[in-house]
């Protein structure tokens, strides 16, 4: 723990194309408080014991599941996006996370959008697992937006018990993340740290690098007595080696707890150059 009611985790979406384990013992070599788990094609993201038992190898506790509800985790669990959620829920349950992340529905899922809300609600009650939403933004093409996800990719627009705020998302859909946390209010369950320059890419950068009120936003956390879990999800998929990698994740840690503890936050080392060439190709 931070000090604060907060804990800054690892998602194993941040060492891609490295495996899931090799977020757990880089976070338990760079001193995080835990590790969410991106559900995707990597078996042992599905593997509640596989889990269980890196999470005690590396001592290193499974705080948060991402449910596969990315375009590139369309096959993963089968094509119903309802029993998708069910058994992300289900795997938090197993491995002792308190939380589950879920995008909203895409477009192609109108069926499931007119239910999704009462679903997230009934599932989230049933069983005492946090299902947070989380913020999205349009797809761009040079002529047009799209609003891919349903009811919209925007929160404010809708009403969750529970949210999750993706600082990088909201810096593709054009909008500032500390206006939107504020907006949000109560409703911010979880935090996914990472910067963005207003890029139609969703960038996933250190924090610190792009334009996104990054401080700003975690100094209104600790100010609100929030309690939660700082997650971050940032790109290294194009890291030049393995020092590149481990250097980005842990200034990203240290960005994080310099900000909870109302330290001055230290220079990224990674510049914007070096993240130039990172180009995710989904929404985490």
């Avoid at 509800?69 to 308190?98: D, Y």
Wanted: glycine letters at 6%.
């Amino acid at each position: 723990m931070t000090g604060h009611d907060i804990n800054i985790t690892l998602s194993t979406a941040s060492v891609f194309p490295r495996r899931a384990g090799f977020a757990f013992e880089l976070a338990s070599r760079l001193g995080y408080d835990g590790v969410e788990v991106m559900v995707w094609s990597e078996s042992v993201t599905q593997d509640a014991v596989r889990l269980q038992n890196l999470s005690e190898h590396y001592n290193m506790p499974i705080t948060s599941i991402h449910s596969p509800s990315l375009v590139v985790s369309q096959s993963v669990w089968g094509v119903r996006p309802a029993r998708k959620l069910e058994r992300s829920v289900h795997l938090a349950e197993q491995v002792g996370a308190k939380t589950v992340v879920v995008h909203p529905p895409f477009a192609w899922q109108s069926k499931y959008a007119e239910t999704f809300a009462e679903h997230v609600k009934a599932l989230s009650a049933a069983t005492g697992i946090t299902i947070a939403v989380e913020n999205m933004y349009p797809w761009r093409s040079k002529r047009k937006d799209y609003v891919a996800y349903l009811p919209h990719w925007d929160l404010l627009t809708q009403h969750y018990d529970a949210v999750t705020v993706d600082l990088s998302h909201a810096g593709t859909a054009g909008q500032n993340s500390l206006e939107l946390v504020r907006k949000l209010g109560g409703t911010v369950r979880h935090i996914h740290m990472a910067d963005s320059t207003g890029s139609a890419k969703d960038e996933h950068l250190v924090p610190g690098v792009g334009d996104q009120p990054c401080l700003e936003v975690i100094e209104h956390l600790v100010n609100s007595h929030w309690h939660g879990d700082i997650a971050i999800e940032i790109g290294t998929r194009k890291a030049d080696n393995a020092a590149h990698r481990v250097a980005m994740v842990r200034e990203a840690l240290e960005f994080t707890k310099a900000a909870i503890a109302g330290a001055p936050t230290p220079v990224p080392v990674v510049s914007l150059e070096e993240h130039a060439h990172e180009r995710p190709t989904d929404a985490w």
